[in-house]
């Protein structure tokens, strides 16, 4: 107590004596000064003050310790208004002696002046930051979601005590405390643990709610659901998040689709760039290497503004840049490719990089696999159908069977990658993509009973390429900015010629006269070419700034640039040519709104500027999510979310006819031109999931979709031969549509055992320009219903069981597209007896169902890590069904289907070793 009394009657002595004594001083200056202060000390802030000034300057040591730190920036003024802009940041006050002494003193009392945490979450072993980390503050009830760079910002808090909470996916949830002052602004880094995690986590952005835990809202796949998502090969990591319940395909060799839509409704975007055609083959082998991808995020319906412009979803692939360590070699050998990543760490501590370098290449040429082979060849075959309609005539009695098929499979693809921390709160990252396929098939078919031959030659390629940067930082007390510019290009070239010939067949002709005969004449026959060059490229400003702690508000201002040309040449369809350039300015502004402790508001509009054109397409969305917890301990949560939605690039899928194509089309994109509007789409979704404990989850959703406007190609126009299009609202017309659905997934994590059943039903229906009368009908890629349960269990340490069974029905448009948007129009819709081709809906396949199983082996060998991997697909050897075809029935005066199979039974093995 005497200490205490002795200390405080100092100061008031000090004080006394600073305002009554006269102090020798510096009498003031008028001149004018510049000072910057950011985040510094009170007594540095002091001591820089009367530095620069050359001031007098009395305070006492204990008085400013522990003050709030000091941001200010003044530009050409007098000392006395610095020093209030220090003394109130630091929240203490001054006087001025007769002298011109300044005198420190404390502030009189005032309301408690807020404060704010901001920081990064990094992982503990690496200092790497972690994308979209989740941080919430205990004590508050209040939390945000990290940005790409990591950096999260919390403003408005109260001072005291506050328990910062951070999780991320694959890594132990870490708890910090920190004492936040009055006015104060609190750096946390965050750094956490990783923790085994046997997949890589792919994220469903239906719920965003951050309340109770990071699951919520968030669908993770793993070898469960993923052991045969690519079809033939290694699993696909696109094609891997087909296993979230809304997003999937009606079998593995379809294109992706989100809750109704079609695969041209949503993007695909890698590092924030757009990925035109990420697949190779059509969709019989994935685009990427499988090692260079480390996240995916599928975004459905009811997706915020800052999402983009999408009338179905958006699918966001994310470069792998975590490294342990300072390196990482690893190669992996399956039987289409080889590929191999390198990680490395250059610098430390706050200035470091971590480099990704990832390649893969097809082996083909080495071993031909047996599952893409056959199915190559057993599709490879003429139509009879379609050959008749092009040649002018009906179908003859006759069907055709391969003679030889010699496919030629070529894929390369290419990834870089770098994260840079430049300082504890500013990162930086760079990448870039690159990627080839090209395919080529040369086939001869025979004729069953009128020994004619057809020579056909199909050649594909498509290229893709895509570089994104972005610089993010923490700016002031309250606000992230980052900066970002990405550029995509695509192209794609496809070639088709065919030659038929009736030959006498005899002993002076063999077959390999004739194949020889028909090859040989076959480069002077008719070349059909489609070629599209798409060139996307953007810069943009991101801000996300916190005025209080119930609000944070969020800006992306964007400046995009779109080119495309696309040649059509072909002797089936209407000569196109068609060039387009178009520049948009984007603007998209969200506000999230703590309404209560476990109650979020999110509104946005998006705007898009079309320069060509000078209009504006306003998109309002909003969504209000909350969790509430249960008697017995579980939890649950619920997202409402809807708004406006449109399409300002526009894919189409043009039907391939060519007799042998083995691919159903081509697609080639186009920006909307200055006087076709673009599609738009209206969504309303509700989501609730059930967390009961740490085991059990139980997510239900349901979407509506009203799509008034969707651009389609009109075949009415574009069979005509003799017309020449050179714009494109001469071969585009709006349709319309809409979808609706719901499904239910129930999850279990036990450990040693995970399971997973879920079922799901769509019903999509769309009209289209020409075609059925203008009426709404299934749209071909709906799955009215589809059930798909798996199981995974670990037994012992490295080994990995697992099974799954997927199951759907109810699909129509069984017949190739070509049958519905080109026979149909060329020929009477009956022409085909008994099969009316002007009603899709009754054409329907019989249910696909396929029981695949697989173990996985992990077994460090010395310092190597190798990992073993089988896949069985299709166990029970289904003969599941992807197309039909028509041939005539004997007679002449019927049509029988032939059926195109998926393959049977297949095993895929894969080794995997860390080098």
């Not at 990925?275 to 915020?304: D, E, Q, W």
């Not at 500027?609 to 999510?625: F, H, K, L, N, T």
């Amino acid at each position: 107590m005497v200490l205490k009394f002795l200390a405080r009657a100092s100061r008031v002595a000090l004080l006394l004596v600073a305002l009554t004594v006269s102090v020798p001083a510096q009498a003031q200056q008028s001149a004018v000064y510049t000072l910057v202060l950011r985040g510094v000390n009170a007594q540095e802030a002091l001591d820089r003050f009367a530095s620069v000034t050359k001031s007098d300057l009395l305070y006492d040591a204990d008085l400013i310790l522990g003050r709030p730190a000091v941001y200010c920036a003044l530009q050409d003024v007098e000392p006395d208004e610095i020093l209030r802009c220090i003394t109130k940041q630091a929240d203490l006050d001054f006087v001025v002696t007769s002298s011109g002494t300044y005198v420190i003193v404390e502030r009189s009392a005032e309301a408690p002046a807020y404060g704010t945490v901001s920081g990064a979450v990094v992982d503990a072993a690496t200092g790497d930051p972690l994308a979209n980390a989740n941080v919430y503050l205990e004590e508050a009830g209040v939390g945000a979601a990290a940005n790409e760079a990591g950096f999260f910002s919390i403003s408005g808090l109260l001072p005291g005590r506050h328990t910062v909470i951070a999780s991320y996916v694959g890594y132990q949830p870490t708890a910090n405390i920190v004492n936040l002052l009055p006015g104060d602004l609190t750096r946390a880094k965050v750094e956490l643990v990783s923790e085994p995690i046997r997949y890589a986590p792919v994220v469903v952005d239906g719920l965003t709610q951050r309340l109770t835990s990071e699951r919520l809202g968030r669908g993770e796949v793993d070898a469960v659901v993923s052991a045969s998502a690519g079809g033939v090969g290694p699993v696909d990591v696109v094609r891997s998040v087909s296993s979230i319940v809304g997003v999937g395909s009606a079998n593995p060799f379809e294109a992706l689709g989100i809750q109704g839509g079609g695969s041209s409704d949503h993007a695909i975007t890698l590092d924030g760039a757009p990925v035109f055609y990420p697949r190779a083959l059509g969709n019989l082998v994935g685009a990427f290497s499988p090692l260079a991808i480390g996240r995916v995020t599928a975004h459905k319906a009811g997706f915020g503004a800052r999402v983009g412009s999408q009338l179905s979803g958006v699918i966001a692939l994310e470069h792998d840049t975590q490294l342990d360590g300072k390196s990482e070699l690893m190669a992996q050998v399956d039987p289409l490719s080889a590929s191999i990543l390198s990680k490395v760490r250059i610098g430390e501590g706050t200035r470091s990089a971590t480099v990704m370098l990832s390649g893969r290449t097809s082996l083909w040429d080495v071993y031909r696999a047996g599952a893409l082979d056959g199915v190559l060849t057993d599709w490879n075959v003429t139509d009879p159908a379609l050959k008749a309609t092009l040649a002018g005539s009906t179908p003859a009695e006759t069907r055709f069977v391969p003679v030889s098929t010699t496919p030629a499979v070529s894929f390369q693809d290419l990834h870089f990658a770098s994260k840079m921390r430049l300082s504890p709160f500013r990162s930086a990252s760079v990448s870039a993509y690159y990627g080839m396929s090209d395919f080529r098939s040369t086939s001869l078919s025979e004729g069953i009973s009128d020994a004619s031959y057809v020579a056909a030659d199909d050649d594909y390629r498509w290229t893709n390429f895509v570089a994104s940067a972005r610089h993010n930082w923490i700016l002031g007390a309250r606000a992230l900015v980052g900066v970002k510019a990405s550029y995509s290009s695509h192209s794609m070239e496809h070639g088709f010629q065919s030659l038929d010939s009736t030959l006498a067949v005899g002993p002076s002709q063999p077959l390999e006269e004739i194949e020889s005969l028909l090859f040989g004449a076959l480069p002077g026959a008719r070349l059909n070419v489609d070629r599209n060059d798409v060139r996307h490229g953007s810069v943009g400003l991101s801000i996300e700034y916190s005025p209080s702690a119930t609000h944070q508000l969020g800006l992306d201002l964007e400046q995009v640039f779109e080119s495309t040309d696309f040649v059509q040449d072909s002797e089936y369809f209407a000569s196109v040519s068609s060039a387009y350039r178009s520049s948009r300015t984007v603007l998209a502004v969200v506000d999230r709104w703590q309404a209560g402790s476990n109650i979020v508001v999110d509104g946005g509009l998006r705007a898009n500027y079309v320069d060509q054109s000078g209009s504006v397409y306003v998109e309002p969305r909003a969504a209000i999510r909350g969790d509430k917890t249960l008697p017995n301990g579980g939890t649950v949560a619920a997202r409402l979310s809807g708004g406006v939605y449109r399409q300002f690039v526009s894919p189409f899928d043009l039907s391939s006819v060519a007799p042998s194509a083995l691919l159903p089309s081509v697609r080639f994109w186009i920006p909307t031109q200055r006087d076709l509007a673009p599609a738009r789409s209206e969504h309303f979704a509700l989501d609730v999931t059930y967390f009961g404990g740490e085991r059990w989850r139980v997510v239900s959703e349901f979407f509506y979709k009203n799509q008034p406007r969707i651009l389609s190609i009109d075949y009415g126009t574009i069979i005509n031969q003799s017309l020449a299009v050179t714009d494109q609202e001469d071969f585009v017309e709006a349709a319309s549509g809409r979808s609706v659905g719901f499904a239910l997934s129930t999850e279990y994590d036990g450990g040693i055992v995970k399971a997973k059943a879920s079922y799901e039903r769509t019903d999509a229906q769309r009209t289209f320009p020409s075609l059925f009368g203008d009426r709404q009908v299934q749209s071909p890629w709906n799955q009215p219903h589809r059930f798909e349960t798996g199981v995974r269990l670990m037994p012992a340490a490295g080994l990995e069981l697992r099974a799954r069974w997927v199951n759907s029905w109810g699909s129509g448009w069984a017949f190739r597209q070509a049958y519905y948007d080109f026979l149909a129009a060329h020929n009477s819709a009956l022409a085909f007896p008994p099969f009316n081709l002007s009603d899709p809906d009754s054409h329907r396949l019989p249910a696909y169902s396929q029981v695949d199983a697989g173990a996985t082996y992990r077994q460090t060998v010395g310092r190597v890590p190798i990992t073993f991997r089988i896949d069985v697909l299709n166990v029970m050897n289904a003969s599941n069904v992807v197309d039909w075809t028509v041939s005539p029935s004997v007679g002449g005066s019927s049509y029988d289907v032939q059926e195109r199979f998926l393959p049977g039974i297949q095993a895929v093995a894969s080794v995997q070793v860390g080098l």
